[in-house]
């Protein structure tokens, strides 16, 4: 059952990283997002209310304590989030690079036009 | 004699105390200097208004790579056939620079690259051969090239990789990207030995060794993402 919960967590860091890579912000990508978003949200919902549903989730799926398992699904919902941003922010300087870039060479041809 | 059909393209960030004379020197050998001020902090630009080389203004501190390839577009524009990038801080030669364009004439290479592993570079620190080896053995892994110096900013290559060029990594990392280009669009390359002056001036100015990882990851993660 411990190795269980292993794959478990490891497959699904792989997938999230593996989507936030190759995903290209299309329409169905973001809205996979939302969904996972709103999902953790209805999650930390749910563990407040009742906490010892985590605990009795935990050890359905074999890990030992409901802290522990809380504790993985935020590691991976993290360096999703982390990765996700990152490549997001490079787009938009890469964005705002070409549009500087633009911008100078446009400056530039029209000084040395004369 | 002053060359006509050749570009020199020179990023500049922060170089005031040098610019100025390095920019007279290659002046006295070519027509065109297209210089790119990536929003240095310090009077470069009015060292390079001094001269009578082209200036194109960066709004913003884009990087050595997003300057490059502004100079490379503004170049295009110029009639000429070669493009030479060459760094503002002196370090290279331009006897250099006139040997690889006069390869690129016989017209069976696209591109030529100056390796200072092939030729000399007195005055270099230990810690930085480290460094550059480590970085050549990645960036030949990554492009898939066979090169002994991939990260030397002395490059002269035809209007056909001129037009071809599209480098959006904006720091450092450019240079493995630069090699990716050349694989990808497989351009004819070749390398010859350069010597680089090593001057107190630019050894203050070289790459920090951390900076590596910073380059490492982000060539690896857009490898990843191709």
């Known amino acids: ?114 | 004699m002053i060359t006509k059909d050749v570009a020199i393209i020179i990023p500049v960030y922060n170089e005031a105390e040098v610019v100025a004379a390095v920019i007279k020197r290659v002046l006295k050998h070519y027509k065109y200097v297209v210089c790119v001020n990536d929003g240095s902090k310090d009077t470069s630009s009015e060292e390079i208004q001094k001269t009578k080389a082209y200036l194109v203004e960066h709004p913003i501190n884009m990087g050595q790579g997003a300057a490059l390839q502004t100079g490379i577009e503004f170049a295009r524009t110029l009639p000429v056939k070669y493009f030479v990038t060459f760094d503002a801080d002196g370090q290279h030669r331009l006897e250099d620079a006139e040997k690889m364009v006069s390869i690129l004439r016989k017209g069976n290479q696209d591109i030529i690259m100056g390796s200072r592993f092939l030729g000399t570079a007195p005055g270099i620190k230990a810690s930085k051969v480290v460094v550059l080896k480590l970085a050549i053995k990645f960036s030949n892994f990554t492009s898939g090239l066979k090169l002994t110096d991939t990260h030397n900013g002395l490059r002269a290559f035809n209007r056909k990789v001129a037009e071809g060029m599209q480098i959006t990594l904006p720091d450092m990392a450019h240079a493995s990207e630069i090699l990716e280009i050349i694989a990808q669009k497989k351009y004819r390359y070749k390398e010859i030995p350069v010597t680089i002056e090593y001057t107190d001036y630019s050894k203050g100015k070289g790459q920090s060794i951390i900076n590596a990882v910073n380059i490492g990851f982000d060539t690896l993660l857009r490898k990843f993402i191709r």
Request: hydrophobic share 60%.
């Open chain 1, 1 to 114: 059952m411990i190795i269980l919960i292993q794959i478990a967590v490891i497959l699904v860091a792989l997938v999230i990283i593996v989507a936030a890579l190759v995903g290209k912000q299309s329409h169905s990508a973001r809205a996979w997002k939302k969904i996972a978003l709103c999902l953790l949200a209805v999650a930390m919902i749910v563990a407040v209310l009742f906490p010892s549903m985590t605990n009795t989730v935990a050890n359905a799926l074999g890990v030992g304590r409901g802290a522990d398992l809380l504790l993985y699904v935020l590691t991976v919902a993290f360096i999703g989030y982390a990765l996700n941003n990152y490549l997001q922010q490079q787009n938009q300087r890469d964005e705002l690079n070409r549009l500087a870039r633009k911008v100078a060479l446009l400056e530039a041809i029209a000084r040395y036009k004369n």
